[in-house]
């Protein structure tokens, strides 16, 4: 909302500085957001600041004396202007001037705004606001250093058609700035201070904020012409949707442009003047928030056959269609409320208008609406016409109905004074169901609950008054009640947090001391889950791997990416009923399909990629409303297992084991033990290189290298792509509370090596199982480190070889004993799985 | 004799001056400490001479043999400082190269930002409670004080799916009526991460989705000046222990009153700069004090109850903490980006 200080300045004295001015409704809940100056010179602000200060030198008013023809071209005057001081000669290419150029000294002197050589000032001719100063030059051979300024140049709007011309009350040589700089301040309006998207609305928040009166303007009509009574009768069918209506009539009105002050403000407050009729319905509307509706009363009377008009608001038959204003032919819905007369619908009750009933340039007697509406329907019915406008966007934020009548009073009597038209004595007003306001309670120790200040009962009900509260006070309570322009007030415990906002803004939130809770912390819950992924997230880190955040919206089509062999038609996904694109359709399910999209994405610009996501799949339970949303881990990696350096040794890439050694690693930093691998098939994996990933026997996640087909699709066709992925809450689960720590043993370990020469298809898994179980308790630690297929093995075979660990807690181990051990593994080796200790 | 010796000392000692390398000193002892050595000969020569004379040529071919000894002992020693020092100086390396560092991974942004938020309300004793992210429209709406039709649903577009009382949140505050519901009327002090979804198109400045991370205090009294003063103190911890902060007022439906906590841009210090939008403050946390509606939705009773709420945004805290234009890097994983942090 545009707030000109000048019009803001008609209904408040205001002492302090714009800026502190914006500085103290900022904090008290209407934001402004930026401050433009309009000739009034520009000072720092807490906000964004923009505009033109006008030099009070150089830019004063001036008066046109004379037009004058160009001697070299016809589509530029000379004129003679005075500007307080001297005459000069002025060239101008203004439209608005050339009709008058071989009338003579003309008989009342234009008044202009003059700007000399020197001043700056905005290029008219540009798109945009580029700033320009005045120098000497020469069109056409005519000196031109100074000129006669448009609204553009000045920077009041963005109208560059013509020269701005002043009222007569203008005196040559005023300063510009003295007499009409201003500023604008732009207020975001929430919705809770929307009935303060007006002029007054702006004015008395700002006479509260600064402790001064608030001047409320006059709704005195002049009456002038007969009786309104007979002329126009009403009937509102649908109370509860139009709960009021008032009409007025004016005759002899003489339909022109507004006066430039009217124009000037309407372009500061960023609408467009059209004529003084439409212009008075948006002035009032922006001085005092309440919409009007203009129509022209000789076309009603027309459609009444020549009789009296009857205006009836309704709802629409069936079928029934109106076209507005903007030229559209509406299907209506049954809520929609309809403002008609006897021959038919006329507008959209406070939304938009109809044309046939519309004023022109050729009427003559007005009837001017002024009406209340429930803001609810008014809202339901922008949803379902995608329509709105300013009237509507005031009426779904809720306006008071008795504002009808104040809005119908003002709008006559401005109207009269601009069209020159005499206004019919008295109104018709229907008011059939005036708002309840509600009576709110509160004590000085609901403040204190509320809002941690002490604050006397009499101090507040002050405060409120300044809003125009009507406030009682019984011994400890304060009853108070909201005036007749609000409908934000609730009843009850509402009301009490309603009444609670406007003494703090009204106390002012940065005097609001800062103090600590005084309640005892509440009971604690322990979060393992929480703790869970914390760690795992940094146990990832710690192996390389990047964390990564997807988009959770995907298509079925991205995740059937990821499958060599099958679709995601057996998915039952969520799915989006307004998505923004094709390719975000549903809630995912598969987390590895987003994450190999990051690896192919990354891959364009590097080898090796090794990332990892924590986070939900969405599976909708069948009979549920709401899905599960159940946490995973997916990992990726592809490429060389360390970065390239500048040595120059070409690392191995990621495989299969390099995958499983993560999965590992993991397992073991949450001290999950008893892990194994089988073999397993998925849609994701290659189908002889994918495992189970197993805890006691219960599976955790898969794991292996992404089958081909599914690794050419995301942009790795030469080199294999590893990952895994697992569900968390599966996981959690296996991370034990307690875990013991074994000691450090005295006694020194023995170390042996033993390799055994097996079938290939024999997995080593189980070689390394048997030497464990089988040298029980001395035999502390197996593990492979080496596998040999070829010649010296044999065909159909390989060698595995194990380093083992014998340890014993309380003595130094023997050969004898070592040997011993090893002559068990051996042969329990040999007769299970056929194994051949293997001579070096 | 005596003369023999002296003269075999000299000129061993002569030859040992002589010697610069291990190899020329190896033969220097063997020609001169070794077993067919002059002064071994002599000495072993010493019982076939007469009785008067052993005491005094033994005496010095001893005397001769430790000083070779010494002498060579000294030389070693001298070689092998030489040596060390020519080999250090042939190992001299180019200090400049790059280091060979092992792969090194790093926490997305979004959970770094998160993490140091979680942690200073941890200290305050606000618990993190996980709620979901699909949710019915009666939590994220109407349940918060949104009722149907009302303009504050305006302020929140809203990824609805084919079931229309499904949405998916636009906020993390549904939360709060799943945790008062839980947990009342047991006073609360919460805080609730996650990811919430706006429908707008993806922009440098608006995503589909983003995270929240939403404060929720109930008790038996918490006012608006505890709100204002527990603020301050997280602003303190996480932007630093001057930063100047104001409240301001606000609108949400969840809480009344409400008010918005903007701290001094620090890029520009109040002067005014783009990140600021020549504000000179910039806007971190929405906050108020729970209405009395979602304090009975929730289970707890607003004449014996109150309590305040905050959220905020961690990606954009990051983004305005490092300079970031671009709220789309989040989640579009440029290894470019995420690797900075
Ligand atoms: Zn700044």
Known sequence: MKVPLSWLRDFVDIEVSIEELARKLTLAGLEVEEIRYVGLPIAHAETKVTGLAWDPEKIVVGEILEVMPHPNADRLVLTRLNDGKQEHTVLTGAPNLLGLKDSGPLETPIKVAYAKEGS???DGKQAGWELMTLKPVKIRGVDSSSMACSEKELGISDDHSGIIVLDDDAQPGTPL?????????DIDMLPNIARNANILGVARETAAQLGVPLKEP???????GPSVDGQVSLDIQEPELNPRFVLGLIEDVNISPSPFWVQRRLHLAGMRPINNVVDTTNYVMLEIGQPLHAFDYDVLVERARGGSPTIITRLPEPGETIATLDGVERQLDDFTILVADTAGALSIGGVMGGGESEVGDSTKRVLLEGAGWDFINIRKTVAAQKLSSEAAYRFERGVHPAMAERGVRRGLEMMGELTGGSVNEGLIDKYPRPPVAPTVEITQSDIQRWLGIELELTEAAAMLERLEFSTEIDRSRLRVSPPDHRLDIGAGVV??????????????????????????????????????????RDLLASMGLQEVVTYRLTSPAREAKALASQGTEDRDYIRLANPIGEDRIVLRQDLLASVLEVVARNLRIRERVAVFEIGPVFLPIKGEQLPEESDRLAIAMRGPLNPLTWQGREPSKMDFYDMTGVVDGVLAGLHVGNIQYEPAAHATFHPGQCARILVDGRTLGITGVVHPLVAERFESPDTAIVAAEMDLGALFEWIPERYPVRPVPAFPPVL??????????????????LIHETGEPLVVGVSVFDLYQGEQVGQGKKSLAFSIVYQADDRTLTDEEVATVRGKIVNRLEKELGAKLRDF | MQEHLDKLEEQALAELNQVSEAEELRNWKVRHLGRSAEVGKVLEGVRDLPSEDRPAVGRRANEVKSQLENAYAAKEEALRGQEL?????????????????????????STQTMRQIIRIWAEMGFQVYRSREVETDEYNFGLLNFP???PARDMQDSFYTTDPEVILRTHTSPGQIRVM??????????????????????????????NQIEGLAVGYQITMADLKGTLSAFARRFFGQDVRTRFRGSYFPFTEPSAELDIECFVCSGEGCTVCKRTGWLEILGSGMVHPTVLENGGYDPSVFSGFAFGMGPERITMLKHGIEDIRYFWANDLRFLEQF
Not at chain 1, 752 to 769: H, N
């Open chain 1, 120 to 122: 700056q000032i905005y």
């Open chain 1, 177 to 185: 700035t003295d007499y009409m700089g201003d500023v604008v301040l």
């Open chain 1, 218 to 224: 006059p709704y005195d009509v002049s009456w002038e």
């Open chain 1, 495 to 536: 009301g009490k947090a309603d009444v609670m906002e406007e003494l703090a803004r009204l106390y002012g939130y940065d005097r609001i001391p800062e103090t600590q809770i005084a309640d005892r912390i509440p009971p604690q819950y322990s979060n393992p889950r929480l703790e869970a992924g914390s760690q795992l």
């Open chain 1, 752 to 769: 042996e090596d033993l390799a055994f020469v097996v079938d290939q298809k024999t997995p080593s898994e189980r070689l390394r199982i």
């Open chain 2, 85 to 109: 020092e020519r080999s250090i100086a042939e190992e001299k390396l180019d200090v400049t190269l790059p280091g060979l560092s092992p792969a090194r991974g790093r926490i997305h942004p």
């Open chain 2, 148 to 150: 149907p039709h009302h």
């Open chain 2, 181 to 210: 519901r839980e947990r009342a009327p047991e006073p609360i002090r919460v805080v609730l991460p996650g990811m919430c979804y706006r429908h707008e198109q993806i922009t440098a400045r608006s995503e589909i989705q983003f």
